[in-house]
Every structure is written in C-alpha cells, then in structure tokens.
C-alpha cells in the first residue's frame, strides 16, 4: 500500500508542551511517528510522520487541533519565520506512493483544516495553484505579524478558508513536495552578519547552489550563528557540496565550522553519497552496500 | 533462519576465467552471489556470498571443484601474498546467525575440502584450534611456494587433510570472523617505499591502529602505489579514521590520496559514521537515518 510521509512544522520549541501531543499522535492506529526534533531558539518542533492517506489525514487534522489548543502567536516569538501555529505541512511519497497522492491528499487535508478550524490555508509546491505560490517563502513572507494586510491584497487571497487569519494560530501552508534535508551548520563565531553573508552566497535564490534554502540566524544561548539550510533536492545538490561550500565561504572570512546537525530524517543515500565523496571512493555504487544487497533478493 | 556471508579468495584475477565460475554459484538453489571483485592486478578475485548454511556449504565446495581445475599455481603469481587456489574461505555472521553457527560451518567444509580434494585446511580466526593460527597471515606467511618446507613443522601440520600441500592448488584457509572492510588507498606517486612505509605505520601488528591490517604494493599498469587495507572492526577503528591517517601520513611525505576503493562490499553503517565524520553532525544517531525507522516499525 502506498506510504505516505508528513512533516508538519509547528510554532512551539518546548519540549514539555509538545512532547503530550507527539504521544498522542504515536498512538494513533495506522500511522507511525518516525521522529520529533523540538528546537527551543527556533521555537519550533519538527514531527515526521508516515502511514497511508486516510490514518495519516486523521491523525495531521488531530495535530492541528491540539497546535491551536496550546499555541497563541500572539504572545510568542521565534527566531524561525512562521505564519501559523501549524506553519507548515508538507506530503512526501515514500514507498509505493506517487507525487500525484501527495497533492490529493494535501486539498484533502486542507479542505478539512480550513472547515474544522477556520483557519486560512495556502497550497504550495507540487499543491500549489499558480507559480507564485510555489515556494514556501513567498506565502509566507511578512510572518504572521504581516498576514491581516497580505490576506486583504487580491493575490494572496487563500486557496481554502477565510480571507483572514485565525487570531492566535494564523494561517498555515499545506502540500506535496519531494523529500527535504533540513542541515543546519553552526559557525565557530558570534557574528551574524557572516552567517548571512554565507547563507546568501550559497542559497540558490541568490544564485549559488540549486536547491539550496538558507538563512543565517543567531543562536545567542550558545554564543554562535548558524546557516539554517532545506536542501530540497540532495541528488541534484548533495549535503556534502553544500558543506564543502560554507566551509569554503567560512574559511575565507577566517570561520571555521564547529559542527552540523540533521533536524528531523535524512535518506540513507545522502549520507552514502557523502562518505564516498570525503573518502574519495573511486567508482562508488550502492550496490556495494551489503545491506542493499541482501534487501534486493529478498 | 539464519543467514551467513561467505567471501572466498581465489588466486585469479582474470574475469573471462572468473565470471563462468560466479554465473555457475549464482545459479545455485538457495545461494546468492552478492558480489564479484576482480583484480588482475592482484591476480585475484573475491566472491561474497550468501545463503543458509546448507547450500552456502554446498556452493562453497563446488567453488573449490572449479577453482581446482582453471588455478595452477605453480604457473602464475601475483601481487598479493597466497597460500592457495582458493586462498582463505572466511563465514561471517549476518541476519539472526551466530559466531557459533559459522564456526561449526567452516569445520563442516573444511571437513569436506580436505576429503574431496586432497586440499590441506587450516582453520583461522574465530575456528582456530591456537592462537597461532588465528591470523592468517600467521598461516600465510611463505606463501604456496614455502609449503612443502614450513608443512613439516611440526607446528603447521593442517587441521585437515594431508601433510603435503595439493601439486597445484596448494593449501587453503577457512574460518570464521566479523564482517571484514577491504578498503585501499591509491596515492598520487609510484614511490613503493612511501606506500610500505605508511602501511606499516597505519597497521595494529606494528601498533598502529587497531584492526587494521595494510601492505604497499605497486600498481605497475597505473604508474602509482596503494596501501591494501583489511579493517577487521570497523565499529572500533572506523573507515574514516584510517582514511585520516592514511592522509596524513601521506601528506607528511608529500603525497596526496589519489583516491580509494571498496572492494566486495561494506556495511551501511561504516559509511554512515563516515558521512557523519565529515560533516561534523553533532549527535548523530542511525535513527536520523529515514529507511532505518521505516523499517524499525515494519
């Protein structure tokens, strides 16, 4: 049966309030809760979910309803931009399942989150009605703070829902996309402004990698910035460039990197790839891979 | 039921004489051929295969019956040391099967090699019957050429068979052990004595790193030199950690890596900590790794 993978990004980084609401979710039948990253200066928490269509819509709607229970915009801030207490949720095919039952999935889902919860709700990526609506960045440009002025200009009318926000959870952006490597790479330094010079320099929006997002944030309970990254496409554009690339752009502003972090899942392949890189492994397939191997005949 | 990895070695490295060998084992009810390295070079050739102990044993003594026929020692040599037609004949514990399985598996075929064949069988690694003939390179050391001599020590009568080597097939090894990582690295120079020099350095016999197992040889056809590596625990001594030191050493003589290579295959995780290595991601942990939860809860 075709698997189904949802990553809902919500707007609360604490541990204490989101771990009752992952459990809740683990409980669920039918679906998996296959990770939970909560990050307290981002004041955000990633869940990574799998299952079929139907157990996976139930238990998304169910998360909603509890993210709107224990989360007011309007009373906290986060490094992260965001647009709900929900901001974002995107379907990825796993085994067997096609991009197609992402996107039928994703009006699903959010024809029912606009209907159950009065919440404004954007298509985006593969979802997404027109171009302009493609990337997450632009419907969610202006923040939360921003949406009762975006909401009233014609083209940022919402694809379900009312014409304006939800008063404590804001409006919330759902769809269908490839897999993505969120990697974030933190600076040895406290200076932001290097951390943005790189995020700019390598993001593809900019004109550096393709498939690149990335933005330099602080993380001043550490005394350091990072490069916060979405890879969207790690076949096209590998970890192990990307990391290759700040650590160039760092090395010429005298900065060297103190260490990466995976938020959330990472294919297997990525890391393969990069170790055959850095290990310069001459004529690299993953059929050299004992477990491939055994996995194929089986 | 319990599945067991075999990697026999045999002293010819040619593929057109090889591949009817392998097409014949990977036409075996119950075996799988996982892999096939050859390297003329090396004049030699590293099958990996897997089954149930059964036909596992089965394929094994008919790689023996064919090896015999195509191998004559007597006329061929090569890079890499060897005692035998077929060399050494390792089991290794996979999926659900215990150390203690493979070694009463290799004394089964040893049983069997020495019967059919008239072949000399020396049990090494965890099937040893003393210490002195857990390494193989202990047992090897004289190669197919010093058997005749070292065979009437009293010390290296074999464990099976005869107390003369086979005319032309010479002796074999066969054992049990850890999945084994045979990994080289090609540096950019034909300086033979800087290969041997850091092969020395980097091996746990002259205390180097542990677990690790090197030799320089030449690579005459390319006009470089490799440093031939056997990582007998790579959860001890990591892939990435040889690399490191092989390059630095290297570098130390003003030689860089030209490159490296895996030969047969290597576990998913040897690379993963490799990836993890590199990058510099902070607490990784195999559970970030998205098939690995896929199939946790399957």
Not at 52 to 63: C, F, V
Not at 81 to 98: I, K, S, W
């Amino acid at each position: 049966m075709p698997l189904i993978e949802s990553i809902p990004n919500i707007s609360e980084g604490r541990r204490a309030v989101v771990q009752p609401i992952a459990d809740e979710l683990a409980s669920l039948p039918g679906v998996r809760l296959l990770d939970l990253h909560s990050d307290a200066t981002h004041n955000r928490s990633v869940f990574t979910l799998a299952g079929e269509a139907a157990p996976l819509a139930g238990a998304i709607l169910r998360l909603y309803q509890r993210a709107i229970e224990v989360i007011d915009l309007r009373e906290q801030r986060g490094e992260h931009p965001r647009l709900g207490a929900v901001d974002v949720c995107p379907f990825v095919p796993l085994e067997d399942a096609t991009m197609a039952d992402c996107v039928e999935l994703a009006k699903t889902v959010a024809a029912a989150v606009a209907a159950r919860f009065g919440i404004p709700v954007y298509l985006y990526e593969e979802a997404a009605a027109s171009p302009a609506r493609r990337h997450l960045e632009n419907i969610r440009r202006g923040g939360f703070e921003g949406l009762p002025v975006k909401m009233q200009e014609e083209a940022w009318a919402p694809d379900f829902g009312p014409r304006q926000p939800h008063v404590s959870a804001g409006a919330t952006v759902i769809g269908a996309r490839r897999p993505l490597i969120a990697y974030n790479i933190n600076l040895a330094t406290d200076r932001l402004d290097i951390a943005r010079e790189i995020a700019r320099t390598v993001r593809a929006s900019n004109g550096g990698l393709p498939f690149v997002k990335a933005l330099g944030i602080p993380l001043p309970d550490r005394g350091i910035v990072q490069v916060s990254m979405n890879l969207t496409n790690h076949v096209e554009t590998p970890v192990h460039r990307v990391f290759e690339a700040v650590r160039r752009e760092a090395a010429q502003r005298g900065v060297e990197i103190l260490e990466s972090e995976i938020v959330g899942l990472i294919p297997a392949a990525a890391l393969e790839d990069a170790a055959a890189h850095f290990l310069k492994v001459a004529g690299f397939h993953r059929a050299q891979i004992l477990e491939q191997q055994l996995r194929a005949g089986s």
